[in-house]
């Protein structure tokens, strides 16, 4: 053997043993001692990977071996894995924005793979040339770029993250230059934990519409259905769609709504002012470890939202979902005097579609109350947008932070209340929010 092989097997040797150390640190971190299944999920194909068999790693072999799937696991049925990714990708994010911010070696879990990339983190003395990768876990040139694009947009969220922790601590005094008193008052409490935020988005069960020209034949794994004939004959005068082809329905859970996303725009665009870093998931991702470890925004009505009800059990108001008979609601256990013990979802009464919606917006401890939590669950997607534009623009804020202060003029600290808003709508459009109902708590 020549020395130039020696060398480079030992070369090799060291480098994976770096990654294993590496490994280990995540492992046995903080950020990960309360995600068993995602420390098995990530031990298990950085091993495989290390030993040469990162192709093998589809969704099927993970979910048998790390999820303990039996013989009839389906990932088209089953989404245990893609769920599970996601969050590990969240998690390792996570870990390098804090206790792994000094860390030499970097584990990544490219979005559309579950072949782990290693790669040597580039230290702050160092050129600002490119890292170069440890070990590639896909063979392909191609495929290691793409991994690499993906590595380098991931770890600048990372940096965005670690960058933005505590900026609004550091730059107290310009953050209250910035801002209205009205936004201070009630964000304030947010901007000074200097963490950021989380906003999940709700997964409303939505079915899509196909159009094919062609009848497609049925498939064993296909979650698509033909639509009945008086269903088609009602979606296509509904939707002006052509009168041939053929209409099929597929079943979603991973759609979003418009109103939601442009409201979680006006949200992250004040914490982004703060410094403060902003991330999202979805309500179907989330977890009560999130709830604990998270500053967290939570959009959408509970028809939507899975989380809205077990954390407004014990609150004066809140959201019941259309149950047939009945359309969405915000349910008013203890009305005061002359308010209504419901607030419900109206459709517009006439031709430009002017209507009036509602809101319910609960800024209330978290499960743990050193965390920041705010619901704003809107009737509609458009009510929930209202809320949101309300909630971030000082001149509408300050009608809702003058009667808080007047219901405790003593206050300090942060507010926790419940406020019903009141939305107008015209032309399908909302154009202003009104408080209706408030409930200090």
């Known amino acids: ?65 790390v999820f303990e799937r039996g013989p009839g696991y389906s ?34 879990l490219p979005v559309g793979t579950y072949a782990p990339m290693f790669r040597r983190a580039k230290l702050a003395h160092e050129p600002s040339a490119e890292p170069n990768p440890i070990v590639s876990s896909t063979a392909p040139h191609a495929g290691r770029a793409a991994a690499a694009v993906v590595f380098g947009i991931l770890l600048f969220l990372a940096g965005l993250y670690a960058g933005g922790h505590g900026l609004g601590l550091r730059h107290n005094g310009a953050v209250t230059q910035t801002f209205a008193p009205a936004i201070l008052e009630l964000w304030r409490p947010w901007f000074d934990d200097g963490s950021g935020a989380v906003i ?34 009602l979606l296509r005068i509904s939707l002006n769609l052509p009168s041939t082809g053929y209409l099929y329905l597929a079943p979603k859970e991973t759609h979003g709504k418009m109103g939601e996303a442009i409201g ?44 809205l009800d077990p954390l407004l059990r014990k609150y004066p108001l809140r959201m019941e979902p259309s149950d047939g008979e009945n359309p969405r609601r915000i349910r008013n256990v203890e009305p005061a005097k002359g308010e209504p013990s419901e607030y419900r979802y109206t459709s ?64 300090k600290g942060r507010w926790h209340f419940q406020a019903v808003l009141k939305v107008e709508l015209h032309n399908k459009i909302p154009i202003r929010a009104s408080v209706l109902s408030l409930r200090f708590l």
Not at 218 to 232: G, H, I, K, L, Y
Not at 275 to 293: A, I, K, N, Y
Not at 372 to 395: C, D, K, Q, V, Y
Request: charged fraction near 25%; aromatic fraction near 6%; include cysteine.
């Open 1 to 65: 053997m020549s020395d130039e092989e020696t060398t480079a097997q030992f070369e090799a040797s060291s480098r994976v043993e770096e990654i294993r150390t590496a490994l280990d640190a995540i492992l046995v971190s903080r950020t990960f001692e309360r995600s068993e299944r995602l420390r098995r999920f990530l031990r298990y194909v950085c091993e495989r990977a290390l030993r040469g068999e990162a192709a093998e790693l589809k969704e099927y072999l993970v979910g048998t071996d």
């Open 75 to 108: 990932p088209h049925e089953d989404s245990i894995v893609r769920r599970q990714a996601h969050a590990l990708r969240h998690k390792l994010l996570e870990y390098y924005a804090t206790e792994g911010s000094n860390a030499s070696i970097r584990i990544e």
């Open 200 to 233: 999940c988005f709700s997964n409303p069960m939505t079915t899509v519409i196909k159009h094919f020209q062609k009848e497609v034949p049925p498939e064993p794994q296909s979650r698509r259905f033909r639509a009945a004939p008086t269903v088609d004959r």
């Open 264 to 307: 979680a725009v006006y949200l992250a665009s004040l914490l982004s002012r703060a410094g403060l870093p902003v991330r999202t998931t979805e309500s179907r991702l989330l977890t009560w470890e999130d709830l604990r470890s998270q500053n967290l925004i939570l959009l959408g009505h509970n028809d939507a939202n899975q989380w």
């Open 348 to 411: 517009g009464g006439n031709s430009a579609g002017d209507c009036q919606q509602y809101a319910l917006v609960s800024m209330i401890p978290g499960v743990d109350p050193r965390r920041n939590l705010l619901l704003i669950s809107g009737l509609t997607p458009h009510s929930t947008l209202m809320a949101a534009e309300f909630l971030t623009n000082s001149s509408s804020l300050s009608e809702l932070t003058t009667r808080l202060r007047a219901s405790d003029p003593r206050h």
